[in-house]
């Protein structure tokens, strides 16, 4: 397929930008988002060498996108196909170290310049590449097509917005999906999204999060934390954003006026922000134990900020109603993965900004799993209804 004006135009200024990529990622590695000893990956240098045979690449975004893609890196892995999965963010590595299957590989993906999409697949030289959900690099893309690598965009989903942002630049959107080799979609709707973008071999063939296994949770660690929270009651806000945060403990610090016993396990989606939740809770007369100093959960925690990567499958063991966060307050917006509760027995609550879950919530929401909530009073509301009635 020609390439679109534009598409030259982005190599152009992302090869003079990529001059300045190393004080790029020096400022992101000073603001906690990058990791010292594997700056050299985010360049396109390979810190592991290419394992012999063939190799499919697989790429996520971040946390979600990683676990929704490790059914499909099992099966492959079964099939004795060599696998390197990246990543773009510290979580989904820690989270990646900790749950890929044995013989599988991590990197974190390069910025999308031309010479670091060159020398990543150079080194790594896939036979095939997955891209997940909408994660569309053009330097990347445009050199896999140059090698005449196959590359499907797997599990793949298009919101309203960006398909509207999307048609503003139609030859950009035909020239970038037409590079695809097929395009595996979440919903019908999706599907269509991409067709009428261009691009060709759509397929519908549903969500991938849905053939995830429950998260994991440590057998000891578990089986302190039951021993700690006891007979009281729970709840659990799972990957809260700003202001979410600082709602759910509003909202606690109400409930506990006539439910002095309850126990609020609040996991922030950035594990920066315990420092500013746990002075928050203070100001509202709660007492808090952050997880990363070890502080345990006794009889007056109020608040067990859990400020730590990878435990979320720990929290859902508890039976406790769920709230999924990025789906209300300020910076709420997209939602988050309500299946992996789900799975494990939870009463799931969300607020209204889940479009990138949307149809997941509907069905959630329909077999009565989950139920939305409008704001913070009405999330109050809710787990009061929820914390009355144990079935």
Known sequence: MPEAPLWGGYRVATALLERGA?????????????????????????????????????????????????????????????????????????????????????????LDGPA???????????????????????NLLGAA?????????????????????????????????????????QSEADA??????????????????????PPPADPDALRILRAAVGERSVWVAASTQP??????????????????DLLLVLVPRHVGRATAIEAEAARLGLAAAVRSRMEPVTATTDVHVADTMG???????????VFMGKSLGPEGGGGQNPIEPANL??????????????????GLDAAGGARPVADAAALSTALEALLNDPQ
């Open 22 to 110: 190393p004080a790029f990622l020096r400022w992101r590695l000073r603001h906690g988002k990058e990791d010292a000893a594997r700056l050299p990956e985010r360049l396109g240098h390979a810190a592991l060498s290419r394992p012999t045979g063939p190799l499919v690449w697989l790429h996520g975004a971040s946390v979600g996108e990683a676990l929704a893609l490790l059914p499909l890196i099992e099966r492959l892995r079964t099939a004795e196909l060599a696998v390197l999965l990246t990543t773009g963010t510290l979580s989904s590595a820690a989270v990646m170290a900790v749950r890929l299957p044995a013989g599988a590989l991590h990197q974190f993906v390069p």
């Open 116 to 138: 670091a999409a060159r020398r990543f697949l150079d080194h790594w030289r896939p036979d095939l590449v997955l891209f997940a959900e909408s994660e569309l690099w053009p």
């Open 145 to 185: 097509r140059q090698r005449g690598i196959p590359v499907a965009l797997v599990n793949a989903r298009m919101s309203t917005r960006s398909f509207g942002r999307w048609r503003r630049v139609p030859a950009l959107a035909r020239s970038l999906l037409g590079s695809l080799t097929t395009v595996l979609a």
């Open 192 to 213: 269509e999204r991409y067709r009428g973008l261009g691009a060709a071999a759509v397929l519908t063939v549903g969500n991938l999060k849905y053939d995830a296994a």
């Open 243 to 260: 202001g979410e945060d600082l709602a759910c403990l509003a909202v606690h610090a109400a409930l506990k006026a006539h439910r002095p």
């Open 311 to 321: 435990e979320l499958g720990l929290f859902y063991r508890l039976g406790a109603p």
């Open 345 to 362: 027995g939870n009463a799931v609550l969300h607020g209204p900004a889940i479009g990138n879950f949307r149809d997941v919530y509907a």
